[in-house]
C-alpha cells in the first residue's frame, strides 16, 4: 500500500526573541497595528511566539496510485508539506501515515520515497547510467538488476540513446528525464515532485506535463506533485489541493475547483485568465427571489443559489460576484465598456475592458468574428449567462453555495 495520511500536521520554524521583535518593527513600519504574539502578519507567514508557522492544521488522505497535486503561491507552505512526508522536514505536531505505518520518525532513507527536486540534482561527473544506477548501487543490487532496471527506465522515459553522457551535455528537458529516472529506477512506493519543471522554458515545460501523464499511466505507484502554476495542476492531478498561508483551502478534482471554487482566493487562483470580480455588487431579494445588482442592471441568480439562499433565508447583503472571462459572450445587449487591450491569440482574442473604472476581461473566439469589431477605443457589449457565474459574501469572501 502507498497511500499517505496526513492528520492535523503542523510546521513551525523557531526563531529568536530578537526576529519577533525585528518583525513587529517591520510591521510598525507598514503602519499597521503591532500584533498579538498569536496573531499573523506577515504575507504567507504566521509568526506566534513559539516561530514562523509555515503548515498548520494540514488534514489530507491520499490513495495508493493517486497522483495529487499540491498548489498555490510562493511561501503557502506546499514544500514544506513535501519535505515532511519525504522525511526532510520534522514534523512539529500531528501524524504521518505512509501505507499504515506510523512515518513521523522513520528515516528518510527507509520510508521508500524517491523525490524529484526543482534542480535536478544530478552528480555532474556521473554519467546519465551512472547518475540512475548510484542509488541501487548503494543498496548492493547485483550488477545484473541494476543493468536491467535503469535501462527499463530509461525506456519508459525514452533516454536510452543518452546513457553514456555527463548532464553537462543534456538539455534542460533531458536532465529533467534523468532525475525523473533516478526517482523511478528504485521503483519506490510514493513519487514526490517538487516543481520539477519550473526551471524549463514555456514550450518545454509542455512537453514534460505530457511526458509526466504518460510516465504515470507506466508505473504503478502514487505522486504527489508541488507546483505554484496552477495549469499544471490542473492537467497533471488526479485531486488539487490548493493552499494559502499554510492552510488547505480546498481539495477537488481539477474541475471541482474550476466549477464550484469555496472562496474568492481559490476563484481568482485558479483559471487563466484570472476570473473577473466585480465587487460591492448588492444582493437583494424581490417576491421570492434573489437578485443581484452590477452597475446598475438587476440579474436573478440562477436555480443552484436560489434553493439555497432561500433554505438558509441569507439576507440582504453585499456580495463579490466572479465571472471566467471565457463566459463572457459579445451581445447585442448587456454591459458595455471599451476596449484597452486587444490580445490576439490565434482561435480566441483576449480583450481587456475598461466598464466604469472596472477592468474586465473576456476571451472571445474568433472564428466568425469581425477583428475590426475588436480593436482597441472600440465600444464592447458583452454579457454572461447567471448561471456560470459565482457569488461570495463579500465578508467572509467564501462561496455563498
Same mark, same amino acid.
Given at each position: ?54 503548515? &498548520? ?49 522513520? /528515516? ?9 527536486? &526543482? ?34 527506465? /530509461? &525506456? ?35 513519487? #514526490? ?6 526551471? #524549463? ?28 502554476? &496552477? ?162 459574501? /463579500? ?7
Amino acid at each position: 500500500m502507498s497511500s499517505i495520511t496526513l492528520k492535523n500536521i503542523k510546521k513551525i520554524y523557531p526563531i529568536t526573541a530578537e526576529e519577533v521583535k525585528s518583525n513587529k518593527r517591520a510591521a510598525k513600519k507598514r503602519k499597521v497595528d503591532t500584533p498579538e504574539p498569536d496573531d499573523g502578519f506577515v504575507p504567507n507567514l504566521q509568526i506566534t511566539d513559539e516561530g514562523v508557522v509555515a503548515v &498548520q492544521d494540514f488534514n489530507l488522505e491520499i490513495k495508493d496510485k493517486e497522483f495529487v497535486v499540491l498548489v498555490g503561491p510562493s511561501g503557502c507552505g506546499k514544500s514544506t508539506t513535501l519535505r515532511m512526508i519525504a522525511g526532510l522536514e520534522e514534523i512539529t505536531d500531528g501524524e504521518l501515515y505512509i501505507g499504515d505505518v506510523y512515518s513521523n520518525v522513520i /528515516a528518510p532513507r527507509d520510508r521508500n520515497i524517491a523525490m524529484v527536486f &526543482q534542480n535536478y540534482s544530478l552528480y555532474p561527473h556521473m554519467t546519465v547510467y551512472e547518475n540512475m544506477a548510484f542509488s541501487l548501487k548503494l543498496a548492493k543490487l547485483p550488477k545484473e538488476e541494476i543493468d536491467k532496471k535503469v535501462k527499463e527506465a /530509461a &525506456q519508459i522515459l525514452e533516454i536510452t540513446q543518452i546513457l553514456d553522457r555527463l548532464p553537462k551535455a543534456l538539455s534542460g528537458g533531458q536532465r529533467q528525464r534523468v532525475a525523473i529516472g533516478r526517482a523511478i529506477v528504485r521503483q519506490p512506493q510514493v513519487i #514526490l515532485m517538487d516543481e520539477p519543471l519550473s526551471n #524549463l522554458d514555456a514550450k518545454l515545460r509542455g512537453q514534460m506535463r505530457s511526458e509526466i501523464i504518460r510516465l504515470r499511466q507506466k508505473i504503478d505507484t502514487t505522486f504527489v506533485y508541488v507546483t505554484h502554476d &496552477q495549469i499544471e495542476a490542473m492537467t497533471l492531478g488526479d485531486r488539487i489541493v490548493v493552499m494559502k498561508d499554510g492552510f488547505i483551502q480546498q481539495v477537488g478534482t481539477p474541475q471541482e475547483v474550476f466549477n464550484h471554487p469555496i472562496n474568492v482566493f481559490v476563484a481568482g487562483f485558479i483559471g487563466t485568465p484570472q476570473i473577473n470580480f466585480f465587487h460591492h455588487v448588492p444582493l437583494s431579494r424581490k417576491g421570492n427571489d434573489y437578485y443581484i445588482t452590477i452597475q446598475g442592471r438587476d440579474i436573478k441568480l440562477d436555480e443552484r443559489y436560489q434553493k439555497v439562499l432561500k433554505e438558509k433565508n441569507v439576507p440582504e447583503k453585499e456580495v463579490i460576484v466572479g465571472v471566467r472571462p471565457v463566459h463572457i459572450e459579445k451581445s447585442n445587449d448587456g454591459f458595455t465598456g471599451k476596449i484597452e487591450v486587444s490580445e490576439m491569440m490565434g482561435s480566441e482574442v483576449h480583450l481587456h475592458i475598461n466598464l466604469n473604472g472596472d477592468d474586465i476581461v473576456a476571451v472571445i473566439p474568433t472564428a466568425n468574428l469581425d477583428l475590426e469589431t475588436v480593436s482597441l477605443d472600440k465600444d464592447f457589449t458583452f454579457n454572461f449567462n447567471p448561471s456560470l457565474i459565482h457569488v461570495f459574501d /463579500a465578508e467572509t469572501e467564501e462561496n455563498l453555495i
